[in-house]
């Protein structure tokens, strides 16, 4: 079974940092991705970041230049965490952790509960 668990969310001053990760484990199939999508109040769920272990990095216009991902494996879990600096009151939503054998899309397979960032001006 695979899970995902986020971590790192909270609340932070317009301008701070905070960092993100998300713990998966479960992975059996070879090829994945595992992304981070943001759901704000009253908007559409976006896709903030996405790694592939086939090399492919994505990031939103939202986000570029802000974000930063990586990805780790230790014991069998894969660790995607997102370093996010320069947060604007924009950026407050909930952040979800998303995987799947091709690539991040909104109807990817698997995902975490999220973790609520809050950003205050």
């Known amino acids: 079974e695979v899970q995902l668990v986020e971590s790192g969310g909270g609340v932070v001053q317009a301008g701070g940092s905070l960092r993100l990760s998300c713990a998966v484990s479960?992975?059996?199939?070879?090829?994945?991705?595992i992304g981070w999508f943001r759901q704000a109040p009253g908007k559409e769920r976006e896709a903030v970041s996405c790694s592939s272990t086939d090399g492919r990095v994505y990031y939103g216009d939202s986000v570029k230049g802000r974000v930063t991902i990586s990805r780790d494996i230790a014991e069998n879990t894969v660790y995607l965490t997102m370093q996010m600096n320069n947060l604007e009151p924009e950026d407050t939503a909930v952040y979800f952790c998303?995987?799947?054998?091709?690539?991040?899309?909104?109807?990817?397979?698997?995902w975490g509960k999220g973790t609520l960032v809050t950003v205050s001006s």
């Open positions: 998303a995987a799947d054998a091709t690539w991040c899309y909104d109807g990817m397979d698997y």
């Open positions: 479960g992975l059996t199939f070879g090829t994945y991705a």
